[in-house]
């Protein structure tokens, strides 16, 4: 008989969470086109189509690819194959540079309340003023550490500048004048965003099978549990390996997301939906692990200064037409999302009471 250590047995607990929601009729798999928008499109004339699709998006899923973007290929192979280093380091190594707080490397564990997925990450601040991009512990420990750090600097400016293209976009559709006003936010000094690097590594055969009983029939662990993004925009990238789930505004029909490593994804996140008094929607997304690849994902979350109040815009409210939501600002709705587990609906407590809602 095989006697398992302590240390062993408190991981396979944690990663027998990991095992996700059983899949049942009330959640469907739907095999809907996610929408695209082109941006070299938009630039060259078809420009009003592009924003009309792009705000249907919004509205409809809160979630698209962008292609034709202009952000070189190669910047993305570069921060790929750097994260695909660091992660292949041994795990003690990597454990110097966490554990998150909520900056650092983290393995299984998600944010402070006990959310556990099949995953490893690091989380970085983009703040020049925030010394972790400059001084993270996992650019000291990386192989490749200077190149890391410097492809990490040149990808962030170049999604953020991507992001701000999309804010612009999108203040265009809804007509929001100055155009800049939710890009501003992101060009802000003090501008609170974060990157994000995300590693599901594949499952050996060895955990599928001590796992099978708690898998329900599904052959996937829960990579990262079902969650809106608490920012106002998410730019998210990926290798070829599938994974990604949105949910439709049903909230129950989730859509897989084929993945494409040359272009980008936009998650509409909370502050969004706040700022255009919930005609655009956060998304509600998840990923699954995929058995035998590892998924390696990017993700750039554009949010404003600590200090921003975050309410709905005037420009965008019809007459009469009343805010949905208490005021509040970034810093407040972060330490409340940091309160809160990942899958709860955060903008809940944030919303008016309202007579038949
Ligand atoms: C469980 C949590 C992880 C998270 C902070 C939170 O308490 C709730 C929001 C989570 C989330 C989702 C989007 C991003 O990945 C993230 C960095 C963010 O800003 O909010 C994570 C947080 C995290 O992993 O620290
Ligand atoms: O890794 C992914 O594809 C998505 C991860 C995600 O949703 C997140 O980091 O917030
Ligand atoms: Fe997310």
């Given at each position: 008989m095989v006697v398992?250590?302590?240390?062993?047995?408190?991981?396979?607990?944690?990663?027998?969470?990991?095992?996700?929601?059983?899949?049942?009729?009330?959640?469907?798999?739907?095999?809907?086109?996610?929408?695209?928008?082109?941006?070299?499109?938009?630039a060259r004339g078809g420009r009003d189509d592009e924003v009309r699709r792009l705000v249907r998006a919004c509205e409809e899923l809160g979630f698209f690819k962008v292609v034709n973007h202009g952000v070189g290929t190669e910047m993305m192979g570069r921060v790929e194959a750097e994260a695909e280093r660091f992660f292949k380091l041994p795990q003690s190594e990597k454990d110097t540079a966490g554990p998150p707080n909520p900056l650092g490397y983290g393995s299984k564990r998600i944010g402070p309340n006990g959310d556990i997925g099949w995953i490893e990450y690091l989380l970085l601040h983009?703040?020049?003023?925030?010394?972790?991009?400059?001084?993270?512990?996992?650019?000291?420990?990386?192989?490749?550490?200077?190149?890391?750090?410097?492809?990490?600097?040149?990808?962030?400016?170049?999604?953020?500048?991507?992001?701000?293209?999309?804010?612009?976009?999108?203040?265009e559709g809804l007509n929001i004048e100055p155009r800049d006003s939710l890009s501003a936010m992101l060009r802000d000094n003090k501008s609170d965003s974060l990157f994000r690097l995300n590693h599901y590594p594949p499952s050996p055969p060895e955990l599928q099978l001590q796992l099978q009983p708690f898998l329900?029939?599904?052959?996937?662990?829960?990579?990262?549990?079902?969650?809106?993004?608490?920012?106002?925009?998410s730019v998210l990238r990926s290798n070829d390996t599938a994974g990604l789930q949105v949910c439709l505004r049903d909230g129950t029909t989730w859509v897989s997301v084929p993945p494409d490593r040359s272009s980008f994804f936009i998650n509409v996140g909370d502050s969004l939906q706040v700022f255009t008094n919930g005609r655009f929607r956060s998304v509600?997304?998840?990923?699954?692990?995929?058995?035998?690849?590892?998924?390696?994902?990017?993700?750039?979350?554009?949010?404003?200064?600590?200090?921003?109040?975050?309410?709905?815009?005037?420009?965008?409210?019809?007459?009469?037409?009343?805010?949905?939501?208490?005021?509040?600002?970034?810093?407040e709705y972060k330490k409340s999302a940091y309160k809160s587990r990942l899958g709860e609906y955060r903008l809940g407590l944030f919303e008016k009471a309202v007579a038949g809602r």
């Open positions: 398992l250590s302590q240390p062993a047995l408190d991981h396979f607990s944690l990663i027998k969470t990991c095992t996700g929601p059983a899949p049942d009729a009330a959640s469907a798999v739907s095999d809907i086109e996610i929408p695209e928008v082109d941006l070299a499109a938009a983009t703040s020049p003023d925030v010394t972790s991009l400059n001084s993270l512990a996992a650019f000291r420990v990386a192989p490749n550490g200077h190149t890391f750090r410097t492809a990490v600097e040149e990808y962030v400016k170049a999604v953020k500048g991507l992001a701000c293209e999309v804010l612009e976009l999108m203040a329900g029939g599904r052959s996937q662990l829960l990579g990262f549990g079902e969650h809106t993004d608490p920012q106002i925009i509600k997304h998840r990923v699954f692990a995929d058995p035998t690849r590892s998924r390696v994902s990017m993700i750039y979350f554009g949010g404003p200064p600590l200090s921003q109040k975050i309410a709905s815009m005037e420009g965008l409210m019809e007459e009469g037409e009343e805010s949905l939501y208490k005021e509040f600002t970034w810093c």
